[in-house]
């Protein structure tokens, strides 16, 4: 797992008797080794790409729901003053969501206590970094480059203590996309914006490869497309976005 860069691993297995196929898969916690999840599918073989097809539609069907729980499992298993400061960093992104500049502010707030319990959170510097981005954003604070600097740190901070966060990978994808806009406003090779875009698609790929359901992730795609010069298959992908959501 650690070779791959992904949390979870979907392994499994297949065995044909006669006009009858068993798949076998199952879902493994790549640092752990623990078994997640199972599930065990019987079909008759008239169409190999069907029945391929079918067996995708589930396992993409029952993984959400487990993902969540084994990630649930993974924060009870922190010792406690960890799990203060997972509270700190719910509550703080709770109010990044609301988006206004008191909330902005209390998040920040919350996001700090949430490192200064725990300077190894590595998800509470990509949502420090992501409301830092926001309050930038939206005229939030006289210094908008200073809030542009510290959103930057944050986030490379995140990633460097945890590669493999989706968290901190989305949030880099976004940075990436961000500084691409700052390329295509300002007088700049056309190659600056072409790496930034690149390196974006990167992060981005690492963190579809974990959760390629997660609605944020999925949107992201579709943001990033419409960079890359492609808004029919961008729009797609913000329409599939809504309805996981």
């Known amino acids: 797992g650690r070779e791959l860069g992904v949390v979870y691993l979907l392994e499994g297995s297949v065995r044909k008797v006669g006009e009858r196929i068993r798949v076998t898969a199952q879902l493994i916690e790549a640092s752990s080794g623990n078994h997640i999840w199972a599930e065990r599918y019987d079909y008759d073989l008239i169409d190999v790409f069907e029945v391929q097809d079918e067996v995708t539609r589930s396992i993409v069907a029952a993984l959400p729901g487990r993902l969540e729980e084994a990630d649930l499992h993974r924060v009870k298993r922190k010792r406690l003053e960890n799990m203060v400061a997972y509270d700190y960093m719910l509550r703080g992104r709770i109010h990044h969501h609301r988006g206004t500049e008191a909330d902005n502010i209390e998040a920040l707030r919350l996001l700090d206590k949430a490192i200064e319990l725990d300077p190894e959170f590595a998800e509470a510097y990509a949502w420090q970094s992501c ?38 990978q989305w949030n880099m994808c976004e940075l990436q996309m961000e500084w691409a806009n700052r390329a295509f406003g300002a007088v700049s090779p056309p190659a600056n914006l072409t790496d930034r875009l690149e390196r974006a698609e990167l992060h981005h790929e690492r963190a579809f490869k974990v959760n390629p359901n997660d609605p944020r992730i999925v949107a992201q795609r579709g943001e990033l497309l419409t960079w890359q010069g492609k808004p029919e298959e961008g729009a797609d992908w913000a329409r599939q976005a809504m309805r996981l959501d």
């Open 131 to 168: 409301t830092l981005g926001q309050a930038q954003a939206r005229g939030y604070g006289d210094n908008q480059e200073d809030l542009f600097a510290r959103e930057v740190k944050t986030a490379e901070k995140g990633l460097a203590l945890d590669e493999n966060n989706i968290t901190c």
